[in-house]
């Protein structure tokens, strides 16, 4: 599956790691027909800043190749069998920290922003890593913006972003988060501070108030797997 890594790495850069082939099954419609289902997964890094692609991009960019005569993708591809079967699973997660808003923050393309993304992906993922070991994968920051001056009138600024887990984890309950939240908030370590009077799970929100407590230490990591028919001959 050459011609993959080539697409998705044309498509995302950096974000794109490798793709691995799981297996191949033979798929016999009629006698003059038969086709190969492949199943592959494809790597994205969890390091990265940059949201992975949703389903329905990493499918499309699939079509796009197959579709273009000058993309160099000599496979023939049964498009309207791409699908993905298996995908991370994410909670949306808002958090306050402090911090001046800047609209340069909206921008995602610009290293104010970049550079605010690594600083909470990389402060909050060591406490996610310890509190669900077999679960957890990445945090992908989606957004900054202003959090108000309300709480002891210091300017805040409001952290959206995606908490990644495995495909077939099962997921922590919104209290554990908000114990993981309150864990790192309680850390001296960090080089912001985090608001606990307001963490947003799911569209909800919780307090510190509302929590109680758990520990543990391990990674996973972004795995898309696609299928796909592709002709078989004998």
């Not at 799911?202 to 795995?223: C, K």
Request: aromatic letters at 10%.
């Amino acid at each position: 599956m050459f011609h993959f890594d080539i697409i998705y790495q044309i498509r995302y850069g950096s974000l794109f790691i490798r793709t691995i082939v799981i297996g191949f099954i033979a798929v016999v419609r009629s006698r003059a027909e038969s086709n190969v289902q492949a199943e592959v997964q494809l790597v994205f890094s969890q390091t990265s800043t940059e949201p992975i692609p949703t389903n329905s991009d990493i499918v499309e960019t699939l079509k796009e190749a197959a579709a273009n005569s000058t993309a160099g993708f000599n496979l023939t591809i049964d498009a309207t069998s791409i699908t993905v079967i298996n995908s991370m699973q994410i909670i949306p997660l808002i958090i306050l920290t402090s911090g001046t808003f800047d609209a340069v923050l909206s921008i995602k393309n610009s290293t104010e922003f970049k550079s605010r993304a690594l600083l909470i992906k990389t402060g909050l993922e060591p406490f996610f890593l310890a509190d669900y070991p077999a679960s957890f994968s990445t945090i992908t920051v989606t957004s900054f913006s202003d959090g108000g001056v309300k709480l002891k009138s210091l300017p805040k600024i409001q952290n959206s972003m995606d908490v990644v887990f495995g495909a077939n984890a099962v997921l922590p309950n919104s209290a554990q988060i908000v114990n993981t939240v309150v864990r790192a908030a309680r850390n001296n370590t960090l080089l912001f501070q985090i608001f606990t009077s307001s963490i947003i799970i799911n569209g909800t929100e919780y307090s510190s108030a509302e929590v109680s407590s758990r520990i543990s230490v391990l990674t996973a990591s972004f795995l898309v797997v696609v299928s796909l028919l592709v002709p078989w001959f004998n």
